[in-house]
T-cell receptor
Framework: GEDVEQSLFLSVREGDSSVINCTYTDSSSTYLYWYKQEPGAGLQLLTYIFSNMDMKQDQRLTVLLNKKDKHLSLRIADTQTGDSAIYFCAETFPSGSARQLTFGSGTQLTVLP | EAGVTQFPSHSVIEKGQTVTLRCDPISGHDNLYWYRRVMGKEIKFLLHFVKESKQDESGMPNNRFLAERTGGTYSTLKVQPAELEDSGVYFC??????????????FGPGTRLTVL
């Protein structure tokens, strides 16, 4: 299967940590991604993790991957109002040379002052 | 360096009309992808070009959709005739040649298509 699932909404207070969760079904995924979409803009790649890794940290962002449970999470530390956006997780499962992304529905993060 | 651009940003048409969306990828990127997000649902893959050739068009919903990439530069996606369920945001992305390693897809801002 190729389903990627995310919760639709998350609200946090400014300064708190945000955790956005994602589950996927395809165990042959090679890379898993987090994209951010701000209003009126395209998707911006935030970070990615290779499937043989458990964790990746990049400044305020921490990605955790549990391959056994097919669960991916994105933690944003010290969340700011500028972090308000839609966050999409995505996976690739290469088929030949085609590397299309399979996305979740996106999580709307709202940061409250 | 210019990013991926898409035109128009928004199109409103009536059912049965024809609409053509355009995508200009980042210069030098051989790979061009079209995706669509319908009614706040997941972003779904439509097709993938490598230069001017269609590498994978398994995501194209039906034969009312025609994508071209003549000359391997910009791409067009034509919907003819448009139906109500075609409404959504159409994203284009481009990337350099994929290898075994990660390669980033750069996305355009999308074209919001509304079919009335």
């Amino acid at each position: 299967g190729e389903d990627v699932e995310q919760s639709l909404f998350l609200s946090v207070r400014e300064g708190d940590s945000s955790v956005i969760n994602c589950t996927y079904t395809d165990s042959s995924s090679t890379y898993l991604y987090w994209y951010k979409q701000e209003p009126g803009a395209g998707l911006q790649l935030l970070t990615y993790i290779f499937s043989n890794m458990d964790m990746k940290q990049d400044q305020r962002l921490t990605v955790l991957l549990n391959k056994k449970d097919k669960h991916l999470s994105l933690r944003i530390a010290d969340t700011q109002t500028g972090d308000s956006a839609i966050y999409f997780c995505a996976e690739t499962f290469p088929s030949g040379s085609a590397r299309q992304l399979t996305f979740g529905s996106g999580t709307q993060l709202t940061v409250l002052p | 360096e210019a990013g991926v651009t898409q035109f128009p940003s928004h199109s409103v048409i009536e059912k049965g009309q024809t609409v053509t969306l355009r995508c200009d990828p980042i210069s030098g990127h051989d790979n061009l992808y079209w995706y669509r997000r319908v009614m706040g649902k997941e972003i779904k893959f439509l097709l993938h070009f490598v230069k001017e050739s269609k590498q994978d068009e398994s995501g194209m919903p039906n034969n009312r959709f025609l994508a071209e990439r003549t000359g391997g530069t910009y791409s067009t996606l034509k919907v003819q005739p448009a139906e109500l369920e075609d409404s959504g945001v159409y994203f284009c992305a481009s990337s350099q040649s994929p290898g075994l390693d990660h390669h980033e897809q750069f996305f355009g801002p999308g074209t919001r298509l509304t079919v009335l």
